[in-house]
C-alpha cells in the first residue's frame, strides 16, 4: 500500500484513496469525475467542489449534513439530478464522492480488466 493511503487506513478518508495495491478504476480509464454546468457555463453547486474530502462529499452523508445545515435541498436534489442522467447510461456513482462515476462495479473490472498504467513499487 502507497504512504498516503497507509496513513489514511481507519480515518474517515480512507475511502477518498485508492490503495495502489488494488489500483484505482481511473487507472483502468473506466472512471470518471464530471460535474454539470448551467446554462451560462457555471459549475452547478453542489455544495462541495471536486476532491472534497468532507463527509458529506458523497451520498453517504447527506442526510445529516441537510440535518445540520451543511447541505441544501437544492443541492442534493443537482447531486441527484447527475446520479440520476448518468445511472441512466448505466454509470455507478462511488458513495462517497459526488463527482466520481464508475463505468461498472469496481470489483468486476479488476477481475476483467488489467491495469493499463503501473504500479509504484
Ligand atoms: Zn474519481
Known amino acids: ?9 481507519g480515518t474517515p ?9 488494488k489500483g484505482s478504476i481511473h487507472a483502468y480509464g473506466m472512471a470518471l469525475d464530471i460535474g454539470l454546468l448551467n446554462e451560462k457555463g457555471e459549475l452547478v453547486d453542489m455544495g462541495l467542489p471536486y476532491d472534497s474530502f468532507a463527509f458529506y462529499a ?5 442526510k445529516q449534513a441537510l440535518e445540520q445545515g451543511l447541505l441544501t435541498e437544492v443541492q442534493i436534489e443537482n447531486r441527484n439530478f447527475l446520479r ?7 454509470w455507478i456513482n ?4 459526488w463527482w466520481h462515476f464508475n463505468a ?3 470489483d468486476s473490472i479488476r477481475a476483467k480488466y488489467v491495469q493499463p498504467l503501473p504500479l509504484p513499487q
Open 58 to 62: 458523497g451520498k453517504n452523508g447527506e
Open 13 to 21: 478518508w480512507q475511502s477518498f484513496v485508492a490503495s495502489p495495491s
Open 104 to 106: 461498472a462495479p469496481g
Open 84 to 90: 440520476y442522467v448518468m445511472g441512466r447510461g448505466g
Open 1 to 9: 500500500m502507497g504512504e498516503a493511503a497507509t496513513e489514511l487506513v
Open 94 to 97: 462511488l458513495p462517497s464522492e
